[in-house]
């Protein structure tokens, strides 16, 4: 049963639901993971500004690795993602088929 004040989510009964979260941990740590690069290279570069400054101002090389981590990243969120989406959309034999037909 889920309560007001629950952090986690409640147990999954369906493997999908399992797979939801265990996905959406995976995309916690490496937005934490993010974080954590980003706060460090901020606490070090404002420690001692000095030599990082000239070290890495117009630097091609630090640019390009800033512009490809992102879409590694962004890769290992979405593939995952993908997956579990189009995993969830199968119908494996239903057990009971209804047929509605509506008139109007």
């Known amino acids: 049963m889920s309560l007001f004040s ?11 639901m399992l797979e939801i979260i265990q996905f959406h941990d995976f995309a916690w740590v490496l937005m934490l993971f ?5 706060f460090s290279c901020f606490l070090v570069t404002s420690v001692v500004p000095p030599l990082f400054t000239n070290k890495y101002h117009e630097n091609q090389v630090l640019e390009v690795v800033w512009l490809i981590c992102p ?5 290992a969120l ?7 989406l189009y995993s969830m959309e199968e119908v494996n034999d239903p057990l009971v088929t209804l047929k509605v037909v509506g008139h109007q």
């Not at 993010?34 to 980003?38: P, Y």
């Not at 979405?78 to 579990?84: E, G, M, T």
């Open 34 to 38: 993010v974080l954590g690069v980003v």
């Open 71 to 75: 879409i590694f990243l962004l890769g």
């Open 6 to 16: 629950q952090v986690r989510f409640i147990d999954p009964i369906s493997p999908a």
């Open 78 to 84: 979405a593939l995952p993602s993908l997956r579990l």
